[in-house]
């Protein structure tokens, strides 16, 4: 298995609601990522996890909460998203924190209202 | 922090032209990577360069790292209309802690 699932392909929210994202992969990779990317622009970093633990927060608002339950799974958890916050969530995995080649998700499309 | 200057910003060609993008830097990378990405999915992966001077293919792709390793270019040979989409170069460096830094993308339009 070479694939990063991610779970809700399109997601719509009100600006109260809560809801998550969630990115699964099983090719043994010990680092999972985050990216936000808006449209015609380049991925950017939101948070790394290593080995299960949270290495990498770039500075992130609290209403985007990540969680890893375990080494295959990623979840983000969103609560109180501004619509500036619309965009394409990537999730990818590397074999390790700092390895150079990363896997992406087909990406959750996130419309918030 | 690094950058990386990415272009052409966009490109319209015919179907069956050869297509050349590249990538610059103001400082050293130690890896070089291109990365495909369609409307609505995730980046793919082309090709990962990991020495300088090193020439690879992917088929009719073609990508090279640059001797000063601050640089690399992609070319694409006799294009075709699936080439279509958004390509990304990424580095990775001594610094942002050994996280890829992307490049802003090559938009390539194709006319059958």
């Known amino acids: 298995d070479t694939e990063v699932t991610q779970t809700p392909k399109h997601l719509v929210m009100g600006m109260t609601n809560k809801k998550s994202l969630k990115c699964e992969q099983h090719m043994g990779h010990r680092a999972m990522y985050w990216y936000k990317q808006k449209a015609k622009k380049p991925p950017e970093l939101m948070f790394v996890?290593?080995?299960?633990?949270?290495?990498i927060n770039e500075s992130v608002p609290s209403r985007f909460s990540p969680e890893c339950p375990n080494s295959s799974l990623l979840n983000l958890h969103l609560h109180a998203l501004q619509p500036e916050d619309s965009a394409l969530y990537l999730c990818?995995?590397?074999?390790?924190?700092?390895?150079?080649?990363?896997?992406f998700g087909a990406g959750s499309r996130l419309t918030v209202l | 922090g690094q950058q990386l200057n990415q272009s052409p910003q966009s490109m319209f060609i015919q179907e069956g032209e050869d297509v050349s993008m590249n990538c610059t830097s103001s400082s050293i990378f130690n890896t070089w990577l291109w990365y495909k990405q369609d409307p609505g999915e995730g980046p793919v992966l082309l090709i990962a360069l990991y020495k300088a001077g090193e020439l690879t293919s992917n088929g009719r792709l073609t990508a090279q790292f640059g001797i000063t390793r601050k640089d690399s270019f992609l070319n694409i040979s006799a294009s075709i209309p699936s080439d279509v989409g958004i390509y990304f170069c990424?580095?990775?460096?001594?610094?942002?802690?050994?996280?890829?830094?992307f490049g802003k993308g090559t938009k390539l339009s194709v006319k059958p």
């Open positions: 990818a995995s590397s074999q390790y924190s700092g390895a150079n080649v990363l896997t």
């Open positions: 990424a580095g990775q460096g001594r610094g942002s802690q050994g996280n890829l830094i």
């Open positions: 996890y290593s080995y299960e633990k949270l290495s």
